[in-house]
Every structure is written in C-alpha cells, then in structure tokens.
C-alpha cells in the first residue's frame, strides 16, 4: 500500500497533471495496482429520490429551481419505490445505491425519517447504501449512520478559487464543514467534483489539493465532466477532451492512492477507449444506469458488455469496509434535533440565464 500524503502543493500537482502522457499513465497504472485490484470496478446506481425545485444555484445544475430546463420536479419517493429500485440495481450488477436528493440541507421531520428508513431498508438487501441530500449537522450523520449508511456524497466541485464563480448560494467553508460531520460518525466520505466548467488547470489542481489535505482523504472521489444541460448557465460550454480527463484521473489515483475514483458524469461522451484508458489510469469505479439524476449515462448492458470486453469484474459490496449494522427507529438512540444551522450565503449572485429564462416565458 502507499502511504497517503496531505501536504501536496498545487505546483506538484500541476507537474504531475502535464508530464508527458505516457508518463503520467504508467505512473498512475503503478500506483493503481499496489493498492487495487486492476480488474476490479466498482458499480453504482444512482437514484434521485426527489428531483428538481432546489432553492440552490449551482452554475451547471438543471435541478436549480432558478434555471429553465426541461427537468420534470418530483417529490420524495417512497420506501417500496426506492426498494424496487434497489433490486433491480442489484439484479444487475451493483454494490450500491447512491440516494440523492435535491435540498440545500437536510431538515430534521417526516422527510429525513423516510429517507432513514430507506437507508435500513437498502442496507439489508446487502447493498452499500450512499446518500447525497446536502449540508448535514454531526447529529443527522450518525442518525444516519445509525441506520446503515455506508457513504455520504458532498462533492467540493471545483476549487476553492473557482467556487464562487459556479455557486453563490453557499461557500466552500459548508462544503468542508458537512464532510467534517460525517467524519464524526463511521460513514465513509464520498467528495469530488466536476471538470469542464471553464476552470483553469489551477482549479482543477486545487481542487485535487483540498481533497488530498483532507485526513483521512475520501474513501471515494468521483471525477466528472461537465454535462452542459440547456436552460443552465454553463449550457453553451463544448465538453473537454477525454484527454483532460484521463489526466485528471491518474493525477487524483497519484495524489490519492488508496481512494476509490469514481468515472462519473460525462461517461456518453466518452468512447470505450477513452473509458478504458480512464481505468487503466486509475479508475475503479463507475455510477451505472441509464440516468445520473437527470443527465444520461450508458445503458448498464453496453457497460456489462464493455466490462466483459476489458476483462473487468463488479467489486463485491462490502469489499473495503464491512457491512454497518442496521438499527430500528423503534431502538434509536438518536433523534431530530430540529437544529438550524448557520450555512453561509455568500451573496455573489451567478449569472442568470436570461437567454433560457425568455424562451420559457415565450413557451409558457
Ligand atoms: S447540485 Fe445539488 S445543491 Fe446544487 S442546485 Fe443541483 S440539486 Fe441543488
């Protein structure tokens, strides 16, 4: 195993980022192998349990109520809908289900109680269960892990710098704050971000920084491009070459060697080449389902298809951390504090999309 190390400087990394290709890949290759199986991929299903009518504004999200885009709203699903999901996640192949729901923060009451319920439920069909609902207080997390979960997804986007330039209804100190309250309970932490949204390679650099400097670093980091969505403020933006993305992979399997790196969105842009290349780099870990919340992702046959074409086997659920155990409602030793925290709005207002914003109305 490697040893992982916090202090990385952004110049380290940026060097690393730009060696030359082949370089950078071998390097990540053997990095890759002394702390991971090669072969192995983990698979996850990512279900949005409530769509659509976030109140926050983050520059590349169709789900933002403030943007105009085609995403049709839904309100919480329920437990035996989640279940259903669940199984046929399983029947096909993954190790986990990833809930997401789009709120700015979890709210103690009858919502976050279903939610918990949801996480027992799924735990016990022996699947990893992942859940992200936004910013969560230290007594959320552990009902939370108390119930069964097994990762919490609160990805940092983007750098520190670039944040306010992609979201200006929260600041990047609640991003840190809400990984810091799940560190306090024994749910593992899922955080990445996203490349593609007219970041520098500084930002992307930094990012990796943050992500790295956190002890201990995430046990996942997804790594995603950019899925320009119409009626968002990044709609016009052209996708990044999968050059920049198989870089960005083997930097975060260098920087982060024991994490789980996690090819997120952006997956239909690429081909099986370029995902290969991506796993060779050091990828071991894939979202599968036709949807990613609302964006597309390939369909989980042609990725079966593509796992069998490149010799790679689904990661068995439990295989890094061992199952947490369930604990009723009925015996919790937990309960809503109904707590307001102090999440910051910085006041930068992103630019709206008053192109998109005219054509509904015309449409209307
Ligand atoms: S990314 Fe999450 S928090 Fe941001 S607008 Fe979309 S659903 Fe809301």
């Not at 200006?168 to 600041?171: E, I, M, P, Q, V």
């Not at 009626?231 to 016009?236: I, L, R, S, Y």
């Not at 969105?265 to 690429?270: D, L, P, V, Y």
């Given at each position: 195993m490697s040893e992982a190390r916090h202090d990385w400087a952004k110049e380290e990394i940026l060097e690393i980022y730009n060696k030359p290709l082949m370089e950078l890949l071998y390097d990540a290759a053997t990095i890759h192998r002394k702390n991971h199986d090669p072969n192995v991929v983990q698979v996850s299903t990512l279900l949005s349990i409530k769509t659509g009518g976030c109140?926050?504004?983050?520059?590349?999200?169709?789900?933002?109520?403030?943007y105009h885009t085609d995403i049709v709203g839904n309100d919480l699903m329920t437990v035996s809908q989640v279940k259903a999901q669940a199984l046929r996640a399983k029947a096909s192949g993954s190790s986990r289900v990833c809930m997401g729901a789009a709120w700015r923060n979890v709210k103690d009451g009858p919502e976050f109680d279903e939610v918990l319920e949801m996480v027992r439920t799924i735990n016990k069909l022996d699947m990893e269960v992942c859940c992200t609902l936004g910013m969560l207080t230290e007594n959320q997390a552990k009902r939370l892990a108390e119930a069964g979960l097994y990762a919490y997804n609160h990805n940092l986007d983007t750098s520190e710098d670039y944040y306010k330039d992609i979201i200006?209804?929260?600041?990047f100190e609640d991003r840190l704050e809400t990984i810091d309250n799940v560190r306090k309970s024994n749910v593992t932490v899922c955080s990445g971000g996203i490349i593609g949204?007219?970041?520098?390679l500084e930002d992307r650099a930094g990012m990796l920084v943050a992500l790295a400097s956190l002890?201990?670093?995430?046990e996942s980091v997804p790594i995603n491009a950019l899925v320009a969505v119409e009626?968002?403020?990044?709609?016009?933006i052209e996708p990044i070459p999968i050059w920049d993305m198989i870089r960005m992979v083997a930097t975060t399997r260098i920087v982060m060697p024991e994490t789980q790196v996690r090819l997120s969105?952006?997956?239909?842009?690429?081909s099986r080449e370029g995902q290969a290349m991506c796993f060779f780099a050091g990828a071991n870990s894939i979202f599968a389902g036709d949807k990613l919340l609302t964006t597309p992702n390939p369909d989980v046959n042609q990725d079966m298809e593509m796992f069998k074409l490149l010799g790679l086997n689904p990661q068995k659920a439990f295989t890094k951390i061992s199952q947490p155990k369930t604990v009723e409602a009925s015996d919790s030793q937990y309960k809503g504090l109904n707590e307001k925290p102090k999440?910051?709005?910085?006041?930068?207002?992103?630019?709206?999309?008053e192109q998109a914003k005219k054509k509904a109305k015309l449409t209307d």
């Open positions: 109140p926050e504004d983050c520059g590349y999200c169709p789900q933002a109520a403030r200006s209804t929260r600041a949204m007219g970041e520098k002890n201990p670093q995430p009626g968002t403020p990044m709609e016009d969105a952006g997956r239909t842009e690429m999440w910051s709005r910085p006041g930068h207002s992103i630019e709206r999309n």
